[in-house]
Nanobody
């Protein structure tokens, strides 16, 4: 079983920064692509950023390009989402998710499609407001 735990959310003023963390408890993330998703009240879940299993290739949604950066530390079994220049429209619950990548899959890509992910954390609230 893959248990993911997010942290780092909170209240921040517009233009501010937050760094979200996601850790897998009791296991490695080496075999997984990881994605960050968010969901605001009354809206569908949106893919924000993802990172591939191999080479750490990242992909960002257009809405966060140039502002959000994702990274991973496989030694610590951690992934991070650095969020800069935050806007009120970034307010949402943020979730990390893991996608198992098998030997026959491409390991150098990842997806922002939430339906492809197997395991999810409980989410962390990010509120951007003055």
């Amino acid at each position: 079983q893959v248990q993911l735990v997010e942290s780092g959310g909170g209240l921040v003023q517009p233009g501010g920064s937050l760094r979200l963390s996601c850790v897998r408890s009791g296991g490695t993330l080496d075999y997984y692509a990881i994605g960050w998703f968010r969901q605001a009240p009354g809206q569908e879940r949106e893919g924000v950023s993802c990172i591939s299993k191999d080479y750490g290739h990242t992909y960002n949604a257009d809405s966060v390009k140039g502002r959000f950066t994702m990274s991973r530390d496989n030694v610590k079994n951690m992934v991070y989402l650095q969020m800069n220049s935050l806007k009120p429209e970034d307010t949402a619950v943020y979730y990390c998710a893991a996608l198992r990548v098998y030997a026959w899959d491409r390991g150098d890509v990842c997806s922002l499609d939430s339906s492809e992910y197997d395991y999810w954390g409980q989410g962390t609230q990010v509120t951007v407001s003055s």
